[in-house]
């Protein structure tokens, strides 16, 4: 384990409580993003991996080792560390602004020379920056500069704090662009703080919602979504991105309409029609004794028989596409629209059968995230879920 | 004019001598004691306003009195002058190190910390430089004040310029007066422009900020 936090605890001589009984353990490569209202904690709590802050009870270990017990200052070289308001010496050009804590652990010159333009072709920028001073780069270009000079030295960690919160929205999507390249293809290990929900879940492997000191949940983005804990985490989310993460985090099964309409093989062209038109649908999914999907009956394969004492299994047709119940809708959406069907039937594991989704189904999630009303409760009306089946045309098949 | 110059022309120059050894060693030991201290200051939660303050009340005492104090302590001489300019350009030097370092911003200190420079370093690499060019504006203050009251020393026999000024005025020469005055006034410029370029170079280069 990388970096272990256990029972920290922060209070100060006020008797406030900043910090109180805060547990995680980050795995190396990990993007933890800490998220809260101000005075939640989450930056007192950043601060104190580096030391910068001191805990009133607990223990930070990094490799195993008690963080109590070394030095602060070679602590902190070994840690990168980038702030909100950047942070960059004005008086120095980038270069040695780069080369800062390289010179400090007495890297040679030439190495720390090498790592300068090693860096800021990291940060995306032209190697002729590395002569100008921070006063002369844009605001976002100042901060690329931040970022990488916290890697300058090989840091493992990073802690950055609200590092892109100055920033416009433009600027602020490429650098986090470059920060998640950094961790994705770098390995580098990041503890963020943010207030912005949409940079936590888009950024981090697992966010920890703060209020008042205390964490209020640990997960993955997905998870959070999927499951809020509770009213506080629903609220910082907020109702409507919750709604448009919908297609992302809902499964198929939670929007599908069960009981679709099916018939056996065995069963005649006479039973099939009978069904289609007790059910008003013109497409019948054929499954067998075990409700296992075989394949399905469109109206133009009936037409066109006219001996109504044929078995369906002669007329079916085998080649039928599904989804599965667990996958999330954002997958099957595409399929669904790519394959230019009115509907798709659900299947479980084992290829049983377990429902269908329509194009309707899909109107509802796309209605929901537009008008803003929540969808998750809805069921179906009705068992009968043929409305599609009704109204569908010739190309409405379950066909691939 | 030309009368006065060959007349006083070597004494002219030794006094103008002495009065910038008084004015540059009680300087330098302004700067030498201020510049810490004011440092210091900065990085204490209290009892910067007290010294500041106590700095400013030095200030207050006439010139003429504080060099009267002297000599009990230092009796008369160049030494006893050196001290009084010295607790005068102290006030400066002190308030403008301690503005100049507290004036430096949060960012840039919690950047340096963070970062793992030592207290020292995080001083000498960052906070310094960056308030120089306050510092220097409070050191070239303090010049200008402490060359123009080290005419006074000459009342305690340090010598300098004063002494055209005191025989003038004893004399009833005009002549003599202004041969002190206008040295003095002269001398001044010199050392704050002098003192302004030094100003200019510590000064970081920044084009925006």
């Given amino acids: ?400 | 004019m030309i009368h006065f110059f060959t007349t006083y022309g070597s004494q002219l120059i030794a006094k103008i001598g002495q009065h910038l050894y008084i004015s540059a060693i009680a300087l330098l030991l302004g700067i030498i004691v201020a510049v810490p201290l004011g440092i210091l200051l900065t990085r204490m939660k209290h009892g910067a306003n007290f010294v500041i303050t106590l700095a400013g009340v030095l200030q207050t005492i006439p010139a003429m009195a504080l060099l009267a104090i002297m000599i009990p302590i230092f009796g008369i001489g160049s030494t006893p002058a050196i001290v009084a300019l010295f607790i005068y350009s102290l006030l400066p030097i002190l308030r403008n190190t301690y503005l100049g370092m507290k004036g430096v911003s949060p960012a840039v200190q919690d950047a340096a910390k963070g970062m793992g420079m030592t207290w020292w370093q995080a001083i000498i690499q960052a906070d310094l430089p960056l308030a120089a060019p306050v510092i220097m504006a409070g050191i070239r203050l303090s010049a200008t004040y402490v060359i123009a009251w080290a005419t006074l020393a000459s009342y305690i026999g340090a010598g300098g310029l004063g002494d055209f000024i005191f025989n003038g005025l004893n004399l009833y020469r005009s002549d003599l007066i202004l041969g002190g005055s206008i040295p003095v006034i002269l001398l001044a410029l010199l050392v704050d422009y002098l003192l302004g370029k030094v100003e200019t170079r510590v000064t970081p280069r920044q084009i925006l900020r």
């Fill in chain 1, 1 to 400: 384990m990388l970096l272990e936090m256990s029972h920290l605890r922060k209070e100060y001589p006020n008797g406030k409580m900043a910090v109180d009984d805060f547990n995680l353990e980050v795995d190396r490569g990990e993007f933890i993003c800490f998220i809260g209202t101000s005075g939640s904690g989450k930056t007192t709590t950043m601060r104190m991996i580096n030391r910068m802050l001191h805990q009133t009870s607990g223990t930070i270990k990094i490799n195993g080792h008690d963080i109590a017990k070394m030095d602060p200052v070679k602590l902190r070289r070994s840690i990168g560390y980038v702030i909100q308001s950047i942070g960059l010496m004005p008086h120095m050009t980038i270069q040695e602004n780069i080369e800062l804590v390289p010179k400090l652990l007495g890297w040679s010159p030439e190495k720390r020379a090498q790592q300068a333009h090693k860096m800021i072709a990291l940060a995306q920028l032209p190697d002729e920056m590395l002569q100008r001073y921070p006063g002369e780069l844009s605001g976002g270009q100042q901060q690329r500069i931040g970022v990488v000079r916290a890697l300058a030295a090989d840091q493992e960690i990073i802690l950055m704090d609200e590092p892109f919160g100055a920033l416009d929205p433009i600027t602020r999507e490429s650098l986090q662009d470059l920060v998640k390249h950094l961790q994705e293809d770098l390995g580098k290990t990041f503890i963020f703080v943010t207030h912005d929900m949409d940079e936590a879940l888009n950024l981090a492997t697992r966010v920890v919602i703060m209020s008042q000191g205390k964490q209020v949940q640990v997960d993955t983005p997905e998870n959070i979504l999927r499951h809020p804990a509770n009213e506080f985490v629903t609220n910082l989310i907020g109702e409507e991105r919750l709604i448009r993460a919908q297609p992302n985090i809902l499964t198929v099964s939670q929007i599908m309409k069960p009981h679709p309409a099916t018939i056996h093989p065995e069963q005649t062209l006479a039973d099939a029609i009978d069904t289609m038109h007790e059910r008003r649908v013109d497409t019948l999914l054929v499954i067998d004794q075990t409700q296992k999907l075989v394949g399905y009956l469109d109206i133009d394969d009936v037409s066109r028989k006219t001996d109504v004492q044929t078995p369906v299994s002669q007329l079916m047709n085998h080649e039928v596409s599904y989804v599965q119940a667990k996958a999330l809708i954002g997958d099957s959406v595409q399929r669904l629209l790519k394959l230019g069907v009115k509907n798709i039937p659900v299947v479980n594991a084992t290829k049983q059968l377990v429902g269908i989704v329509t194009r309707t189904s899909l109107v509802d999630i796309v209605y929901d995230a537009l008008r803003g009303a929540p969808a998750t409760d809805e069921q179906p009306a009705s068992p009968i879920n043929a409305n599609i089946h009704a109204v569908a045309n010739h190309e409405g098949s379950a066909d691939a």
